[in-house]
């Protein structure tokens, strides 16, 4: 029985732990471009960027919900129905939030599920909700228990200090990487606003339009190709449907025209 409580005890200080809770974020991070890339190949036909910076292969909503559910269902692991609906309120919720977020902070949406099923504003809607479900009982039952596994077998193969040190500098990365990033899409939307003449009223993007080769269209049609503008005349307008001479993907495999 102590053992036990050891073991749940230690269970539960590894997900609080700040190393883990950032090798997590990264890890499903990446895992979620993975299966973006892939979703984008099957329902587009084609290989297009599905990151949520400019330059690291990350989606970094799949990293927070991720997150999240380590952090607050973790101890319901043998319990597949709380896992479930847990799982789709965080991602839910995550999904719902970010997007609002994004929205009201750069005047873009990454994505619409106006018209499916339940749709909250767009921003969420049933049927990813019971992805996020999904998802969330394979994360806490068997994903993230392997994960921690390799992460104690990095622990004892190699110096603390050269893990924290990488990690650091990974978090570093990111922390760059996200801060260009913002000063791409506003400079991005300074641009549409000045091009097409959009109605907004506040002087800030008059001021803010920066001549750089990496924050033109024919670049940010290539990492950011599902963009749409919010509000304004243009609203729920996709970004390529106004630079119409840019490409918006890698490599075209195959053509798909399937929607959700």
């Known amino acids: 029985m102590e053992n036990v409580l050891e073991i749940n005890k230690k269970e539960k200080i590894i997900k609080f732990n700040i190393w883990y809770t950032s090798v997590y974020f990264i890890f499903y991070s990446f895992c979620g471009f993975l299966l973006e890339t892939f979703f984008g190949l099957y329902t587009k036909g084609v290989i297009e960027s599905r990151q949520s910076f400019l330059f690291g292969p990350f989606c970094i909503i799949y990293g927070i919900g991720a997150v999240l559910m380590i952090t607050f269902l973790s101890s319901f692991k043998n319990k597949p129905v709380v896992l479930f609906f847990g799982s789709s309120f ?18 873009f949406k990454w994505w619409d599920y106006t018209g499916m099923y339940l749709s909250i504003n767009g921003r969420t809607c049933l049927y990813f909700a019971i992805m996020w479900g999904i998802l969330g009982i394979l994360l806490i039952k068997y994903i993230n228990p392997f994960l921690d596994k390799i992460i104690e077998f990095f622990k004892e193969k190699i110096d603390i200090k050269i893990l924290k040190t990488s990690l650091l500098l990974l978090i570093g990365f990111l922390i760059f ?12 939307y ?38 749409q503008i919010a509000g304004t005349k243009y609203n729920n307008t ?4 106004l630079y119409t001479n840019h490409r918006t993907y890698y490599i075209r495999i195959f053509n798909s025209n399937r929607k959700l």
């Not at 999904?95 to 009201?104: F, I, P």
């Not at 000045?194 to 290539?222: A, C, G, K, R």
């Open 238 to 241: 996709y970004i390529d449907s």
């Open 177 to 188: 990487d996200a801060a260009i990033s913002a000063m791409a899409l506003k400079s991005f």
């Open 190 to 227: 300074a641009k549409i606003v000045n091009d097409f003449d959009l109605d907004v009223t506040s002087h800030e993007y008059s001021n803010f339009n920066i001549d750089n080769e990496l924050f033109s269209p024919s670049n940010m049609l290539l990492i950011y190709p599902n963009m």
């Open 90 to 107: 965080l991602g839910a919720t995550a999904e719902y939030t970010m997007s609002y977020l994004c929205e009201k902070i750069f005047h």
